[in-house]
């Protein structure tokens, strides 16, 4: 493993551990479930908007390492960004863990995202880790259902 690898490794162990922003919200504007079947990962996501701006983000549930870790990530990196520009994280983010690779730009742009780089070579993994973005965008999109990774 490089240097990179470990530090991304730390990273994601780290936010599993200890989750940023864990915790259920009275006054949330949105809310959404999500669940990963094939992992059994389950989340429930808070969202509190003005004016087309996420101003805080909570989530709660329970999951293995890779999903409450980007969960917490998530919600971390949502704080203080439009609606719009959360749907474009949406959109690298899930670009980054599915499509089609170019090693020289994996992760380029992605911030602290790019640790996650890596779960791509793992498909079962891909799940854990997009679970939280699916519920996010249910949440914004005033789903109901619970988003599901299948
Ligand atoms: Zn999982």
Same mark, same amino acid.
């Given at each position: 493993m490089s240097d990179l690898q470990d530090l991304y490794q730390e990273l994601i162990i780290d936010h599993s551990k %200890? @989750? %940023?922003? &864990?915790g259920s919200m009275d006054d949330a504007d949105r809310t959404a479930d999500g669940f990963n079947p094939l992992c059994g990962d389950k989340l429930k996501l808070f969202l509190k908007i003005e004016d087309a701006v996420i101003r805080d983000v909570k989530f709660i549930g329970a999951g293995c390492a890779i999903s409450t870790a980007s969960a917490s990530v998530m919600t971390d990196m949502l704080k203080g960004q439009t609606i719009e520009q959360a749907a474009s994280l949406f959109e690298t983010f899930h670009y980054m863990i599915t =499509? @089609?690779?170019d090693p020289q730009h994996v =992760?380029? $742009?992605l911030g602290k995202l790019a640790? &996650? !780089? $890596?779960?791509? !070579? &793992?498909p079962a993994r891909v799940k854990c880790a997009t679970l939280a973005w699916h519920t996010m965008r249910n949440a914004i999109s005033g789903k109901t259902e619970a988003a599901s990774t299948e």
């Amino acid at each position: 493993m490089s240097d990179l690898q470990d530090l991304y490794q730390e990273l994601i162990i780290d936010h599993s551990k %200890r @989750p %940023r922003n &864990f915790g259920s919200m009275d006054d949330a504007d949105r809310t959404a479930d999500g669940f990963n079947p094939l992992c059994g990962d389950k989340l429930k996501l808070f969202l509190k908007i003005e004016d087309a701006v996420i101003r805080d983000v909570k989530f709660i549930g329970a999951g293995c390492a890779i999903s409450t870790a980007s969960a917490s990530v998530m919600t971390d990196m949502l704080k203080g960004q439009t609606i719009e520009q959360a749907a474009s994280l949406f959109e690298t983010f899930h670009y980054m863990i599915t =499509g @089609p690779k170019d090693p020289q730009h994996v =992760g380029t $742009g992605l911030g602290k995202l790019a640790v &996650f !780089a $890596g779960v791509s !070579a &793992f498909p079962a993994r891909v799940k854990c880790a997009t679970l939280a973005w699916h519920t996010m965008r249910n949440a914004i999109s005033g789903k109901t259902e619970a988003a599901s990774t299948e």
